[in-house]
């Protein structure tokens, strides 16, 4: 059974294999016959060929043979000539030169093999062994002269290695930093959505404040208060009731109180003129909310613009100072109060204004293609220090408030560094970096201005620190912190 249903599965297969055996089988036949008819060709040609140029080769070999034989004939004499003249030179230095050598240096190879031998091979010995010991005593002393300070050395060289540890961490902590802005920039650079070419972005729509509904409380008092008020009319208009008999209104209007009907009488009512006081304005300082006991200087978005804004304590209506088309941001407050630093894009980037409040001028310190922000005067008011991303990285620059000097970079390295902020003493900046890896405050000394003297004094891997600013005894630090909400 099984036999004939693996035949009736195999015979679909053999049927359709058929023509192909057959085809195969065909060129195999065409591909034997070529096989022959070009051996037979070949096989013929080399026949044919060997047939013309046998005479030719038979005719070279007779005349090589010739060639030889002559040669031979010729140079043989002269080669004898050489032989016996050599073995003759043989003869002569053997009997002449060496057998003479020979015998007088008998006596001294008896006296060599007899005594000498044996004496040089004892001295050699011990010269090798003499050798041998100030080798190694040379060896010794010049161990004991190289190795002591090489020793020093590699104790010297694991000192510094030693030593260098935080430095390694540090570079090691910049390397992963520097890896983790990159991811950072990387994955905001693939995630970040982008709206359609064609979409319009519709204008902000001011927020309009609704009234409060009024508390229970609220309106109860109110209502005591209504109700006292009314209580006091009522009493009041009570006590002068006996002089209203003279009081008559217009038109049929009569008292309706029995009491007072009796002597009522009709009085007409004539308006008699009064002479009214003119106000006298009397002289009052205008109050300058700038110079009020003090004033906060803050960015306000409306309608799509920000601009800078001025708060005095003790006042609740702030004052504009910037009226720009273009955003105003980071105001700082210079030492004396009579200027304000600020960065704005109102020249098509961002960069480093200084306004005097006195007069309203304005002028513009950087001028580079970089953005600039975030400016921080000195205690003399003569520098700032701010925030500037170039070459693909952002650093702390400082420049002169008048602009004769700079802009000067203050720090290099790879890591952002951003936010600063100049101590009152002078001679500290704190700013934000994230040379750890995270957002973390660092101090550089201005006495020391390089980037491996940048002291991290919060040196916290979970949080992120932004914003410092000094005490005014430059003792201590105010911050902000998001990591886990402010």
């Known amino acids: 059974m099984r036999q004939r249903l693996s035949r009736f599965l195999l015979a679909p297969i053999r049927i359709l294999l058929w023509p192909i055996k057959k085809v195969w089988r065909g060129l195999g036949i065409i591909g034997l016959w070529l ?18 140029l046998r005479p030719v080769w038979h005719l070279y070999r007779r005349v090589g043979f010739g060639l030889q034989r002559g040669l031979i004939r010729l140079l043989r004499p002269v080669w004898l000539f050489w032989g016996r003249m050599g073995l003759a030179f043989r003869n002569i230095l053997t009997w002449f030169i060496w057998r003479p050598l020979l015998f007088i240096t008998a006596p001294l190879r008896f006296i060599w093999r007899r005594w000498l ?9 011990r010269l090798g062994q003499a050798l041998f010991w100030l080798w190694t005593q040379g060896a010794r002393f010049a161990g004991w002269l190289l190795v002591r300070p090489a020793r020093a050395l590699l104790r010297r060289i694991a000192a510094r290695w030693h030593d260098g540890r935080p430095g390694r961490l540090r570079r090691r902590r910049e390397a992963y930093s520097r890896f983790m802005v990159w991811r950072a920039r990387l994955r905001v650079a693939l995630l970040r959505p982008h709206p359609p070419r064609r979409s319009i972005v519709a204008p902000p729509v001011p927020v309009q404040e609704k009234p409060r509904p009024m508390r229970p409380t609220t309106r109860w008092a109110t209502t005591v208060v209504a109700v006292s008020f009314v209580a006091v009319a009522s009493l009041l208009t009570a006590q002068q009731a006996p002089e209203l008999n003279r009081v008559v209104a217009q038109g049929d209007y009569q008292l309706s109180s029995s009491k007072f009907a009796e002597d009522a009488t009709e009085i007409p009512l004539t308006p008699t003129a009064t002479s009214t006081p003119a106000p006298t304005p009397t002289p009052w300082a205008t109050p300058d909310p700038l110079n009020s006991g003090g004033s906060v200087a803050f960015t306000l978005r409306q309608n799509g613009d920000s601009d800078i804004y001025a708060l005095s304590i003790g006042q609740s209506q702030p004052i504009r100072l910037t009226n720009d088309l273009a955003d105003d941001r980071d105001p700082a407050w210079s030492p004396d109060g009579r200027r304000l630093a600020f960065a704005s894009r109102r020249d098509g980037n961002w960069e480093i204004y200084v306004m005097t409040l006195a007069s309203g001028n304005v002028r513009r310190l950087t001028h580079d293609a970089a953005f600039d922000a975030g400016p921080s005067w000195s205690p003399d008011g003569q520098w700032l220090v701010y925030e500037s991303y ?6 702390l620059y400082l420049i002169r408030a008048d602009g004769e000097q700079g802009p000067l970079r203050l720090t290099q390295h790879p890591a952002p560094d951003f936010s600063p902020s100049w101590s009152p003493a ?61």
Do not use: C
Request: no cysteine; net charge positive; proline share 3%.
């Open 35 to 52: 096989r022959r008819s070009l051996g037979t060709a070949v096989f013929g040609l080399r026949r044919v060929l060997q047939r013309l």
């Open 117 to 125: 031998k044996r004496a040089t091979k004892a001295a050699v010995l």
């Open 390 to 395: 170039h070459q693909d990285n952002l650093d």
């Open 426 to 486: 002078g001679r500290h900046i704190a700013f934000t970096s994230w040379r750890s890896g995270n957002k973390d405050l660092f101090i550089l000394s201005l006495d020391e201005a390089a980037d491996d003297a940048a002291r991290n004094v919060t040196n916290s891997p979970n949080l992120q620190e932004d914003y410092p600013i000094f005490s005014p005894d430059s003792a201590a630090l105010a911050y902000s912190e998001n990591g886990t909400g402010f």
